[in-house]
């Protein structure tokens, strides 16, 4: 039994047993125990404070929606003015991957939105127009039409010429050695 002076009374209801009073609150009785006796405090505030506790964990738990093995509705995201369903959506229809605008997220800090912008204009940057295609790089262009990239860089360089008018004379080149 708890002492008249210390008869915990938790809202409405006042509670002749020390022990009850933590049973029905569902709060561990050694907790309340060693709060009171470490920080000095009543009954009722050892109890409040270990169901506050316990309420914040409570949601916390609600709020972190990712269960193992349960998949997450995607989110929608806007980029460069469109509205894509999900992230993956907006990887393939932008033509970039996942881990490329993950490693420059990581690598600058910055938001979502900002890498995938930055990944996707250096996949522009990269790419190369060759007789109205366009290749994902030079590289991609020159292994397409058998031809050395360093080969066709020099060429451009020397006659001061594009990269693909030097494609065009080196295979108009080889176009005429295979007719001889």
Not at 4 to 27: A, L, N, S
Not at 32 to 57: F, P
Not at 132 to 144: F, G, H, L, Q
Not at 146 to 164: D, F, S
Request: aromatic residues 10%.
């Amino acid at each position: 039994m708890v002492s008249v002076k210390e008869v915990p009374q938790i809202g409405d209801r006042i509670y002749t047993d020390f022990r009850e009073c933590c049973e029905d609150q569902k709060v561990s009785y050694r907790w309340v125990c060693n709060k009171m006796l470490q920080e000095g405090v009543s009954v009722q505030d050892a109890v409040r404070y270990y169901k506050r506790k316990q309420e914040k964990k409570l949601q916390k738990a609600q709020k972190q929606v990712p269960v193992k093995g349960k998949m997450l509705e995607p989110q929608p995201v806007n980029v460069l003015g469109k509205k894509y369903e999900s992230k993956e959506r907006c990887y393939k229809g932008l033509g970039i991957t996942k881990k490329s605008v993950q490693n420059h997220m990581k690598k600058t800090s910055c938001m979502f939105e900002e890498a995938v912008v930055y990944c996707y204009e250096k996949k522009l940057e990269k790419q190369f127009e060759f007789r109205r295609e366009i290749y994902k790089s030079y590289n991609a262009c020159c292994t397409a039409y058998n031809l050395a990239q360093e080969y066709v860089a020099i060429k451009a360089k020397r006659e001061k010429i594009t990269r693909q008018e030097a494609m065009e004379k080196l295979l108009a080149q080889r176009e005429s050695e295979k007719t001889i």
